[in-house]
């Protein structure tokens, strides 16, 4: 629901009331309801036959950004820079709260408060972060390389919880929590360097597959072959990209299906789809088995993947908030707006409680709108000689305009040709190309872990069922904030599921997630999530009824930004100018950024598309 129910004193502005405090908010979160009927109703066509008369706001600014994500915000910051302290700034932002996908989730039981991250999980990328977006990483006071002061590393470890696969009996048979052998099959990987005979001798034992998938494993392991005798590796690689590694796994290396069952759900953290849509190139990039004989040379190189290419740098590059990257999207609306948040270090930004009521203060220069979705987007007069910008947007129940010298559009690509219909067709094209990954990012706050002990796990990875990973926080504690660090505290369990659809292409597969995620109650997801923990936790004798304080589903139909897949995406191995070039192209006083503009899911990408979008318009 939109909240007007927090309508204030004067009638209008819910945020300015002082029950207004979006991230303590349960239940349906993310992209919630109330936040995308007025896009949708766009989409269809409707919007305008039932919208009343624009009423003029009379306000003028220097930028109008749409979309108050971590892009949209650093537009602001960077417009600021460039155009000085007065400058005046609306950020426009259709959620109730500001973010976007860096969504902060908080809790509270007993005398025990809690965060978890709804959506941006933490700063990281394939690819080193560019010189601009480590800069502003620095000039927000994040180092980076501190981040094990706050890391309590060897907590679960050291208590004997380790990553776990749970076979399903839908799936595999029967239900069963199983020791993970294999690094990379599931969370954090804390036992790289055991990933030892033993873990996989107990694998082995215990995993209910075919004894013909067990041996072809340990043939996959032990026993590297040259699938592609006779090719060079740049050839083995193009192969490679053009193949799905579930196709690999049984028409290349010949496995029982049952190991095609048992990766099928590992890369949808990463892509939101199934090994049946992902290239055996980037299965190769993660270190999954079947690659070792093919002697392929790490070099990049044309036509590969950027998940195939590891990089030392980039992996190093790591830090984790107990709110995610919510933590960044805070430090700098505390940059942009002043009396929203106080503090004045990134560690003390973690327990800075936001006063929603200065988000949108006429005394401050750059101002902060939200539950108001862009309707309307246009130069006033011709694009190419116009001093100003009509932007309209809706806002309960009611459409207003403002005016501005200059528009960054740092919101989901497909929403701009349905707001910006002065854009050439071609590139209205592009930028509705730009699919979304459709996820669910749930928060469950338990009263204790003592069932997760029980079961001897911290991390579980579940390719058949609805969850396909769950974990106990990371535990980080920064700034004031304590994590958990006793089985008898209350806890965070993440739980990520990627809506998809294994067999079509990748773009259908989301589509068709999206579909189903905005068709599941919550209360039909609350049932799946109590069942699955019930079941994977059987043995540590975990009871939802007894044992969950709370529940926070944040879905994201339009999730992460689609990255190219050499799979679906021939342009990607064939090089020349992608779909997000063509969209994210500055038209008039109007530029495009967010993480879509560079087809890249990472938070640097929207502080890089930002850094353009901006310098295009001061540039012009
Ligand atoms: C679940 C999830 C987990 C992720 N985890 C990570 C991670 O761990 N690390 C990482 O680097 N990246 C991660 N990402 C990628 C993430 O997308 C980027 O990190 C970054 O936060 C994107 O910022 P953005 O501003 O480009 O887009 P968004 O955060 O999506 O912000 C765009 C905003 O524009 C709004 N909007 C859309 N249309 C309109 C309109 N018409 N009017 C007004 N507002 C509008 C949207 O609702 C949204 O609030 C994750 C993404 C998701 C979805």
């Given at each position: 629901m939109m909240p007007w129910h927090w309508l204030a004193a004067d009638g209008k502005d819910p945020e300015k009331s002082a029950s207004y405090y979006p991230p303590a908010l349960m239940g349906m979160r993310g992209s919630h309801p109330g936040s995308f009927e007025t896009a949708h109703s766009l989409r269809d066509g409707t919007f305008w036959e039932n919208a009343g008369k624009p009423q003029d706001t009379g306000e003028a600014y220097d930028l109008v950004v749409v979309g108050g994500g971590i892009s949209g915000l650093a537009a602001a910051h960077y417009y600021r820079k460039a155009a000085g302290a007065n400058a005046r700034i609306l950020i426009l932002d259709n959620h109730d709260d500001f973010g976007g996908h860096a969504k902060r989730n908080e809790f509270r039981t007993g005398h025990a408060f809690r965060l978890g991250?709804?959506?941006?999980?933490?700063?990281?990328?394939?690819?080193?972060?560019?010189?601009?977006?480590?800069?502003?990483?620095?000039?927000?006071?994040?180092?980076?390389?501190?981040?094990?002061?706050?890391?309590?590393?060897?907590?679960?470890?050291?208590?004997?919880?380790?990553?776990?696969?749970?076979?399903?009996?839908?799936?595999?048979?029967?239900?069963?929590?199983?020791?993970?052998?294999?690094?990379?099959?599931?969370?954090?990987?804390?036992?790289?360097?055991?990933?030892?005979?033993?873990?996989?001798?107990?694998?082995?034992?215990?995993?209910p597959i075919a004894d013909q998938a067990k041996s072809d494993l340990q043939r996959l392991l032990s026993e590297p072959r040259d699938y592609y005798p006779g090719l060079s590796s740049d050839e083995k690689k193009a192969k490679l990209a053009r193949i799905s590694y579930a196709k690999y796994l049984t028409d290349v290396a010949g496995v029982h299906p049952d190991l095609v069952k048992l990766y099928q759900a590992l890369p949808h953290g990463l892509f939101g789809v199934g090994i049946d849509a992902v290239a055996a190139q980037d299965a190769w990039g993660f270190d999954l088995p079947g690659f070792e004989g093919l002697h392929l040379d790490p070099t990049p190189g044309k036509g590969m993947n950027r998940d195939a290419i590891p990089n030392e740098e980039a992996e190093k590059y790591f830090f984790h908030f107990p709110d995610g990257n919510a933590s960044?999207?805070?430090?700098?609306?505390?940059?942009?707006?002043?009396?929203?948040?106080?503090?004045?270090?990134?560690?003390?930004?973690?327990?800075?409680?936001?006063?929603?009521?200065?988000?949108?203060?006429?005394?401050?220069?750059?101002?902060?709108?939200?539950?108001?979705?862009?309707?309307?987007?246009?130069?006033?007069?011709?694009?190419?000689?116009?001093?100003?910008?009509?932007i309209s947007y809706a806002r309960g129940g009611s459409v207003y305009t403002t005016r501005a010298k200059n528009v960054v559009l740092a919101c989901w690509h497909v929403v701009v040709p349905y707001i910006c219909d002065e854009l050439p067709d071609k590139q209205k094209e592009a930028l509705a190309s730009a699919q979304k990954v459709p996820l669910l990012y749930t928060n469950v706050l338990v009263r204790n872990w003592k069932a997760f002990e029980k079961a001897?796990?911290?991390?579980?990875?579940?390719?058949?069922?609805?969850?396909?990973?769950?974990?106990?926080?990371?535990?980080?504690?920064?700034?004031?904030?304590?994590?958990?660090?006793?089985?008898?505290?209350?806890?965070?369990?993440?739980?990520?599921?990627?809506?998809?659809?294994?067999?079509?292409?990748?773009?259908?597969?989301?589509?068709?997630?999206?579909?189903?995620?905005?068709?599941?109650?919550?209360?039909?997801?609350?049932?799946?999530?109590?069942?699955?923990?019930?079941?994977?936790?059987?043995?540590?004798?975990?009871?939802?009824?007894?044992?969950?304080?709370?529940?926070?589903?944040?879905?994201?139909?339009?999730?992460?930004?689609?990255?190219?897949?050499?799979?679906?995406?021939?342009?990607?191995?064939?090089?020349?100018?992608?779909?997000?070039?063509?969209?994210?192209?500055?038209?008039?006083?109007?530029?495009?950024?967010?993480?879509?503009?560079?087809?890249?899911?990472?938070t640097d990408e929207a502080i890089n598309q930002a850094y353009r979008a901006v310098g295009d318009l001061v540039r012009s």
């Open positions: 991250f709804g959506g941006t999980f933490s700063i990281e990328s394939p690819a080193p972060y560019s010189a601009v977006a480590k800069a502003m990483i620095e000039e927000l006071g994040i180092d980076v390389s501190s981040y094990s002061k706050y890391f309590d590393k060897d907590l679960y470890q050291s208590r004997g919880l380790r990553p776990t696969i749970f076979f399903n009996k839908e799936t595999f048979g029967a239900d069963k929590l199983v020791a993970n052998f294999h690094p990379r099959g599931g969370g954090e990987s804390e036992d790289a360097g055991e990933a030892s005979a033993e873990l996989f001798k107990r694998f082995l034992r215990d995993a960044i999207a805070r430090l700098l609306v505390r940059k942009l707006v002043p009396g929203v948040l106080s503090g004045d270090t990134a560690a003390d930004i973690v327990l800075a409680k936001a006063n929603y009521a200065k988000l949108d203060d006429t005394a401050s220069p750059i101002r902060i709108r939200l539950n108001s979705t862009a309707v309307r987007v246009k130069h006033v007069g011709e694009a190419a000689s116009a001093k100003e910008v009509e001897g796990t911290n991390s579980i990875y579940a390719p058949g069922m609805y969850h396909s990973y769950v974990n106990l926080d990371q535990p980080v504690s920064i700034g004031g904030y304590e994590c958990a660090r006793k089985p008898e505290d209350p806890i965070v369990v993440h739980m990520m599921k990627a809506a998809c659809q294994p067999g079509l292409p990748a773009r259908q597969q989301h589509v068709a997630g999206r579909m189903e995620l905005y068709t599941t109650t919550f209360e039909t997801m609350e049932r799946n999530i109590r069942d699955q923990l019930a079941r994977m936790l059987a043995g540590g004798g975990f009871d939802p009824a007894r044992d969950i304080a709370g529940l926070t589903v944040n879905r994201w139909p339009h999730g992460y930004a689609y990255e190219y897949n050499s799979l679906f995406d021939s342009f990607w191995l064939e090089g020349g100018e992608t779909p997000c070039e063509v969209a994210r192209k500055t038209f008039g006083r109007i530029a495009i950024a967010n993480a879509d503009a560079g087809a890249y899911a990472y």
